[in-house]
């Protein structure tokens, strides 16, 4: 019996030479490029880390509450102000302090530079500051002007509730300026004598050091509101907030004053807080 032939839709199509050839390359504009994958270097990361940092997008409260952080943490900060347990001669702390600070990274080898400048015999580590005291004097750069001014109101309106009815507002008045403008010039003298401290950075020193003041304040004025206090119980409590503030800020200050003119630029910050303690015994 004869087969007869599959049908026609049955029957494979016959594979072409064309179909078995390799396929074309791709086109130029097709083909993936071939580089080199790209490092960053380290100016390119310095220039990321410090780029401005921009608050226009944050909520509110979020602002405020990193200044109310901020102001909190330079308060602490005159309560203790820096380890003095370092046996640091004056001029390895200036040195330290207006050369190394700026550049963290340097500080070891600027501190043995110091000491070899200084003659000094001690080890590289007794001539290094304290972590501590490094996040001190970091935070202090980042100065802001709300502590300052929210300590001058304060003690301008304790000191206006002790006063008399009629002279309440010249002595909120009086304080107001006499902090300012006594800071200001104790800035300038600074200033003038070489100090290697900014201008607000003093102002936000020599404001944050009236906190020992303010609290002295108003203990004598809530101790007023219940008992009748006698003035050598007054003199007593504003005499350890001037110690306090003197001691705050002399600390700060001396830091960025060459030593040989250190007695300059200190006499006046002393004067700034005896007529600032007068004033609290005055009403």
Not at 60 to 77: H, N, P, Q
Not at 177 to 189: C, D, E, F, H, P
Not at 232 to 240: L, T, Y
Request: aromatic share 10%; hydrophobic share 45%.
């Amino acid at each position: 019996m004869s087969s007869q032939a599959p049908p026609s839709w049955a029957t494979p199509s016959p594979v072409t030479q064309t179909s078995l050839q390799p396929s074309q390359a791709a086109p130029q504009w097709a083909q993936p490029i071939a580089s080199q994958p790209q490092v960053a270097s380290a100016d390119d990361h310095m220039a990321e880390l410090f780029r401005p940092y921009s608050t226009l997008d944050e909520p509110v409260s979020e602002t405020i509450m990193r200044d109310v952080r901020a102001v909190y943490t330079k308060l602490k900060i005159v309560l203790r102000p820096l380890d003095r347990r370092l046996t640091l001669s004056p001029a390895a702390m200036y040195s330290m302090v207006s050369t190394s600070s700026d550049d963290p990274d340097n500080n070891n080898n600027n501190n043995n530079n110091t000491a070899n400048a200084a003659g000094s015999n001690a080890n590289t580590s007794d001539n290094q500051l304290s972590e501590n005291d490094r996040q001190v004097i970091n935070e202090l750069k980042d100065w802001d002007l709300w502590g300052p001014l929210i300590l001058c109101l304060i003690l301008g309106v304790v000191l206006s509730f002790k006063a008399p009815t009629n002279q309440a507002s010249i002595v909120f008045a009086s304080v107001f300026v006499t902090a300012w403008a006594g800071s200001t010039i104790v800035t300038m003298n600074a200033q003038l004598l070489g100090g290697t401290i900014s201008f607000f950075q003093s102002l936000c020193v020599l404001g944050y050091s009236n906190f020992p003041l303010v609290l002295a304040a108003s203990a004598i004025g809530i101790m007023r509101i219940f008992v009748h206090t006698w003035m050598w119980i007054d003199m007593i409590i504003v005499s350890v907030g001037f110690l306090w503030a003197i001691r705050t800020s002399s600390v700060f200050m001396s830091l960025y004053v060459k030593p040989e003119r250190r007695l300059l630029a200190l006499y006046p910050v002393f004067f700034f807080y005896v007529f600032m303690s007068w004033l609290i015994l005055l009403f």
